[in-house]
């Protein structure tokens, strides 16, 4: 269901695109791939690129991070298309630098002590990293629901609490991962007190 009907006229003055897709590769790893796209109405002046036209990306980045099955980044590389300034693809081979660090809880902390302010670029850090991250997660969960792997786990999946519908002591955790269940005892839920 979409929105509500604007009830005051509007003109749309900016679109930005993202698009993140996980590919599962022939060697067993896995590249999660995304690539936002500025775009304006309007044509304006710029002092590094000239004038941009209506329609034309002020922003097209890409980043790609290959991953293995435990979510840590084995390789990462950034494209800059196009950016504001001249200067911005310059920072590119710096995003190397998210090799080694794991997917997963403080991710965005070490993200930004290696990659945060001066040191990376806003665009590719904060608006497409972390629905990187969130597109890595549900490409290994797909993964591991064809081997299994999800049902029946030693630990608490970490996505338990993350949003109201899998709140620990709601009916999603108390059907999909019941010994992981922290509500009231409900019928048919496969917990036995």
Request: net charge negative.
């Amino acid at each position: 269901m979409p929105l509500t009907p604007p009830t005051v006229a509007r003109e749309k003055q900016h679109t930005r695109t993202v698009q993140v897709e996980g590919f599962r590769r022939e060697d067993g790893l896995y590249d999660i791939e995304g690539h936002l796209v500025d775009t304006k109405t309007y044509g304006f002046s710029n002092q590094d690129r000239g004038r941009i036209e209506a329609g034309e990306p002020l922003h097209g980045m890409w980043l790609r991070l290959t991953i293995d099955r435990t979510m840590l980044i084995r390789s990462a590389e950034a494209v800059t298309d196009y950016g504001p300034f001249t200067i911005c693809k310059d920072i590119n081979p710096d995003f190397a630098k998210l090799e080694g660090l794991h997917i997963g809880p403080g991710f965005r902390k070490d993200v930004r002590a290696r990659l945060g302010g001066r040191h990376g670029c806003t665009h590719l850090v904060e608006m497409l990293l972390g629905p990187m991250a969130t597109t890595a997660f549900q490409t290994m969960y797909a993964e591991r629901e064809k081997t299994g792997e999800n049902k029946g786990l030693a630990e608490r999946p970490r996505i338990i609490d993350t949003c109201h519908a899998l709140a620990a002591d709601g009916p999603i955790v108390a059907r999909q991962w019941p010994q992981w269940y922290e509500g009231p005892e409900e019928k048919g839920t496969g917990t036995d007190d």
